[in-house]
C-alpha cells in the first residue's frame, strides 16, 4: 500500500517557500512568497519594488530630452523601444513630422532590439527550465546584435538613441550592408533553434498545457504582448493602432491556441522570424540619404495638455501618459509598464500549482524587474 | 527648494480652455501694472489668428457628447460632470460617486464595449487628485479617457478591481505614491515602497526631508 493512494490520510502542513529576491531564476529581484502544503501551492504573493528609483517623479524635474536616457533602464533588454516610445509620445503632442531615413533607422533597430530581446527570453526560459546550451547560443548570437548597436550609438545596452523628432546618429558607413547580412545568417540560425528546442521532449513535458490561461482573463487583467497572444487574441498594436512607418511593411502576427507555457515561447520563436521580415523589408526601401533629425525647437515644450500612447514593446503595450503645461519639463509622466501588469495575473496561474511548476510558468510571463518597478 | 517643486496652476486642456474648475478655484489672473502708465505702453503686436480647429479633437469631443448622453440614458444625468477631448481622445469627466458604475456600464454595453483597461494614472493639482484611466473595446475600436477627481486632504476613490481585475496593482501604485485610498480594495497595500514609509513621493508637495 503506498502512501499516495491513502492521500487524505497523509498529513500535510502549510508551509512558507520565500524565493527570492536573490534568486536566478527571478530575472533580477522579485521576490515571491509561496504558501505551499505539501508540493501544492496554495497561495502566491509577489513583492517588487526592490529596484524601484521612482524614474516618474525623476522626471518632473528633467527636460524631455534628459527624460530618454531614463526610459533605457526602464526594459533593460529592450531600451530601444522604450526610447522610442516616449519620443513617439511627445512627437504626438507636438504634431512633429520625423524625417523618412530617421523613421526607417528606427524601424529597423527596434525590429532588431524586438529579436534581441525575444532571443534572450528563450535563452533565459530554457535556463529556468534546466537547459544550458540554448543560452550559450542565444548570447552569441544576441552579441552581433548588441556590437551592431554598439556601432551606431556607441552603447551596448542603454543606447539614448533615440531623439524626439528623430534619431541621434545616421548609420555609419556600410552599417546598412551589415545588418542585412545579420538577417540572413539569423533567418539560417532560426531552423536550428527551432529543432533545438520546439521539438524536444523534456522542453515539451515542461510546458505544454503549463499555466494557462484563456483571452477572457488576460483582458480582463489587461495583460497584453506575447501573453494576450498565445490564447490566440490578434492583439498587436503595430497593427491594430499602426504607428511609425509599420503600415509599410508586410508582417504577420502570430497567435497561440492553448495560452500555456509553450504557445508563450514559441510566439517569442515565430516573431523573432516576423521582424526579421520586417527589418529586411526596411532595408530594401530605406531612403539612401536624408536628415535623420526632423526640424525641432532647440527647447522642447509639450504644449498643454494631456497624451497618452503606447506601442507594442517586447513585452506587451509600453505607454507613456504625459500631463503639460506647456513647459519643458513634464508635470506627470506616467508609464505603462506591461511587464508590471503581465505580472499581476502570476498568483492566479500558481494557485494549484505544483511548486515545481512555479519557475516554468513564472518565467513563461517574461517580466523584466527594471521595468516592474520602474 | 526649487520652485518647481511648489505647486503650480493647473495644466490646460489641449484646446486651450481650463479643465472644469469651479470659479473658486481658478487662479486668479495676474494684473498688468505696466497698463496703467498709459500712453508709454506699446502697441501690442497683432495677434496671430488662431489655428484652425484640429478635426480630431472635433470629432472627440463630438463623441465624449455622445457617450454622456448614453449614460444620461442609461444610469443618471448627474454622473457625468464635464466632457471634453484628451489630445485626440474623447474625455469625460465622472462624479466620484458614479466613478464604478460608469466604467461597469461601459464595459457591459453593447454599444461601446470598453472592456480592456489600457493605462490608469494618477495626478496631484493644487486642488485636487485627479485619477484617469484609458479603456479600449478590443472589438470595436474604441478608446476613451475617464476621468474622476478627489479631494487632496482625504483623497479616497471607489475601487474599479471588480469591474477591471487588472486595475489591482495600478490601483496599489497610486496609493502608495500619491496616497488616495480607493475603497472597496481587496488588498490595497504598498506596492513600490516599503510599509513603513511615510509620505506619497508622487505628491508636488512631498519633500524627503520633511518626511
Known sequence: ??????????????????LGPQHPSTHGVLRLLVKINGETITDVEPVIGYLHRGTEKLAEDLQYTQIIPYTDRLDYLAAMLNNYALCHTIEQAMDLEVPERAEYLRVIVMEMQRVASHLMFIGAYLLDLGAMSPFLYVFADREQIVQLFNEICGARLTYNYMRVGGVKWDAPPGWLEKVADFVQYLKQKFHMYDELITGNEIFLARTRGIGRFDTETALAYGLSG?????????????????????????????????GDCFDRYYLHLLEIKESLRIVEQALKSIPSSGPVLGKVPKMIRVPAGEYYSGIEGARGELGFYIVSE?????????IRKPSFINLQLLPELLRGQSIANVIAILGAVDIVLGEVDA | MSEDREHRTPPKGPEGKEPSVTAAERPKPVSKPAAASGAAVKPAPPKKAPPPPDPRVEAAKAKAEEIRKFIDQQLSTEAVVETGAAHIHPMLLIRKEDWVAVVELLKRSDAYQLNYLECMAGTDYPNYIEVVVYLQSTELGHFICLKTRTDREQAEIPSLCAVHPGANWEEREIYDLLGVTFTGHPDLRRIMLDDDFKGHPLRKDYSAWEA
Open chain 1, 1 to 18: 500500500m503506498s502512501l499516495i493512494d491513502e492521500k487524505d490520510q497523509v498529513r500535510t502542513e502549510e508551509m512558507l517557500l520565500n
Open chain 1, 226 to 258: 506575447i501573453n494576450l497572444r498565445s490564447t490566440g487574441y490578434p492583439w498587436d498594436l503595430r497593427r491594430k493602432k499602426p504607428y511609425s512607418i509599420y503600415d509599410r511593411f508586410d508582417f504577420d502576427i502570430p497567435v497561440g491556441q492553448n
Open chain 1, 326 to 334: 506647456g513647459k519643458d519639463k513634464p508635470y506627470r509622466l506616467k
